[in-house]
């Protein structure tokens, strides 16, 4: 379903405060075994595993970049159906023959993936083993997204796989890990309601919406990007946030352009009558179903 008809105008902000350097930083996810966990995201997704703290922190990334970090407990539950938190960490490549490798490779490995055409963006879905939702993607350049009335086309249709497939570099190993310049692009989050999403995320936070046209979801970006958080009520209407020992999100991170920009931010939050907790370099602050957010400068 196409959400906004095309235009070539350029999108409207609807909230103030983020500046457009705003990037997002590394996702923690808790998991039940690292050493499963590690396998997957290193034979499976490709990336590099970079770090294996002895805090038990697990950090792996692209490009010498941290993009994923693990946090194991053994004992820890399976999240609970109707609960908020993680919908999925989206995984920004750099091109579409960097995500036809990544395609090659799950079939090769005959993984169970979901695969959708956004109309911004090419798309692949699939669970860690712990469940955690993946989506590893690549932007269309932003000169063919289509703007009106500041929201921007996207749509959930069918992906051209073996158009996909048939620009993976015939030279490229299956075991090719995910190329430099590899990012967090987005991250997908389940939340109880949306208007107390959009009065946390967009009157608060000061995140810009992208569009509010699909049924149950709201997107919202900084700098015109076509979303760097999603927020649906699919699974989660009415829902609270899960055990603490439960597998899933245990944060996320916002980038800003310097301390200054984190600082007004702060302040901002504060102001809105939001609690606020420092951290090295910056500050961490919850939504209201206390999923955690890190704010700190690049």
Same mark, same amino acid.
């Given at each position: ?40 995201? /290193? ?99 932003? +000169? ?6 500041? /929201?921007?086309?996207?749509? $959930? ?24 310049? /590899? ?37 919202? +970006? ?52 939001? +609690? ?14 206390? $999923? ?7």
């Amino acid at each position: 379903m196409t959400v906004a008809a095309s235009t070539d105008s350029a999108p409207i902000s609807t909230a103030a405060g983020l500046p457009a350097g705003l990037a997002l930083g590394a996702v923690r996810l808790r998991v039940r075994d690292a050493a499963r966990a590690i396998a997957f995201y /290193t034979g499976t997704l490709g990336l590099n595993l970079l770090a294996e703290e002895s805090d038990g922190i697990v950090r792996l990334g692209a490009g010498g970049h941290v993009l994923v970090e693990l946090e194991e407990r053994r004992d820890a539950r399976p999240r609970p159906r109707g609960t908020t938190g993680l919908f999925h960490v989206a995984i920004l490549v750099p091109d579409r023959p960097a995500l036809a490798v990544v395609l090659r490779r799950l079939v090769a490995q005959r993984v169970a993936i979901g695969a959708s055409d956004h109309i911004v963006s090419e798309a692949l879905y699939l669970d860690d083993p712990d469940g955690n939702g993946i989506e590893i993607y690549r932007d269309r350049p932003a +000169s063919e997204w289509r703007w009106e009335n500041g /929201t921007v086309a996207m749509a $959930t249709d069918q992906l051209d796989g073996r158009g996909l497939l048939n620009e993976a570099p015939a030279a490229t190993p299956l075991d090719e890990p995910l190329p430099a310049g /590899t990012r967090v692009g987005h991250v997908h989050l389940q939340v109880g309601d949306l208007a107390g999403a959009r009065r946390f995320y967009v009157d608060h936070l000061g995140f810009d919406v992208t569009t509010d046209r699909y049924p149950g979801a709201l997107f919202v +970006s900084a700098g015109g990007y076509h979303h760097h958080l999603g927020l649906n009520v699919w699974q989660s209407r009415g829902g609270g946030p899960a055990p603490q020992d439960s597998v899933g999100l245990v944060h996320y991170a916002i980038k800003l352009p310097d301390a200054a920009a984190v600082e007004a931010l702060r302040i901002r939050l504060e102001v809105a009558g939001e +609690s606020t907790a420092p951290i090295p370099g910056g500050f961490s602050a919850a939504d209201p179903w206390g $999923t955690r957010v890190r704010v700190s400068a690049a």
